[in-house]
C-alpha cells in the first residue's frame, strides 16, 4: 500500500538550512507528481511546492521561492525540499503528498515533519 | 491566486444530526475541488474530490456538492469520529490553495 515517510526536521536558527526528506513506498515515484505543503502551529494548510511526475517542471509558492527547491532520487523513491535562508514564518509541520494520476488532487499524504525556526 | 472561504468557522453538532459545511471560490475553480478530514496530531485525509467524488474508503455519510465557486460538504448522521477539522482545497490553479478550516465540534 501507499505509504509516504517524512523525515529530516528541527530546529535551526534563521538564515540557516534544512534538507527534508520523503520515502515513498507501494507506487512508482517517477509516474506521480508530488506536493510539499506546510502547516504553522494551530493554522490552516499552504501549498510550498510540486514536481511534475517526470521532474521537468516544478513550482512554488511565492513565500518560498528562491529559497526552497523539491527534487526527487528515483533510485531511491524519495522526494527531497532543500529550505535555505529559513526564517521564523517557515515554522510548520511539513507534509508531502501525492497527487493522484495528473488530477490534482493528493490522494495521500505523508504524517509530516515539524520544522522550527529559531534563535 | 484563488482565496478559498469557508463558513462556519466552527460547527457545534450533535450526534447523529447532519453537518453543513461552505465553501465559496473568489473565482470559478470547476469541479477542481477537494475536501480534506484533519484530526489532532493526524496529517489531513483526503474524503472528496472532483467537488462530488468519495475518495476510497470513504463511508457514504459524506457526500460533497457544488461546482464554480459555490461548495457544499454535507455529513448526514454525525458519528464520533466525524468531529475534526475539515479543509476545502481547490487544484484548478498552477498554484493550489485551501480554505482556512470549519472546526466541527461535539454540541
Known amino acids: 500500500q501507499v505509504q509516504l515517510v517524512e523525515s529530516g526536521g528541527g530546529v535551526v536558527q534563521p538564515g540557516g538550512s534544512l534538507r527534508l526528506s520523503c520515502a515513498a513506498s507501494g507506487f512508482t515515484l517517477s509516474s506521480c507528481a508530488m506536493h510539499w505543503v506546510r502547516q504553522a502551529p494551530g493554522k490552516g494548510l499552504e501549498w510550498v511546492a510540486f514536481i511534475r511526475y517526470d521532474a521537468d517542471d516544478t513550482y512554488y509558492a511565492d513565500s518560498v521561492n528562491g529559497r526552497f527547491t523539491i527534487s526527487r532520487d528515483i533510485s531511491k523513491s524519495t522526494l527531497y525540499l532543500q529550505m535555505n535562508s529559513l526564517r521564523p514564518e517557515d515554522t510548520a509541520v511539513y507534509y508531502c503528498?501525492?497527487?493522484?494520476?495528473?488530477?490534482?488532487?493528493?490522494?495521500?499524504w505523508g504524517q509530516g515533519t515539524l520544522v522550527t525556526v529559531s534563535s | 491566486e484563488t482565496v478559498m472561504t469557508q463558513s462556519p468557522a466552527t460547527l457545534s453538532v450533535s450526534p447523529g444530526e447532519r453537518a453543513t459545511l461552505s465553501c465559496r471560490a473568489s473565482q470559478s475553480v470547476g469541479h477542481n475541488l477537494a475536501w480534506l478530514q484533519q484530526k489532532p496530531g493526524q496529517a489531513p485525509r483526503l474524503l472528496i474530490y472532483?467537488?462530488?467524488t468519495r475518495a476510497t474508503g470513504i463511508p457514504a455519510r459524506f457526500s460533497g456538492s457544488g461546482s464554480g465557486t459555490e461548495f457544499t460538504l454535507t455529513i448526514s448522521s454525525l458519528q464520533s469520529e466525524d468531529f475534526a477539522v475539515y479543509y476545502c482545497h481547490q487544484y484548478n490553479d498552477w498554484v493550489d490553495t485551501f480554505g482556512q478550516g470549519t472546526k466541527l465540534e461535539i454540541k
Open positions: 503528498a501525492k497527487e493522484q494520476g495528473g488530477s490534482g488532487f493528493y490522494d495521500y
Open positions: 472532483g467537488s462530488s
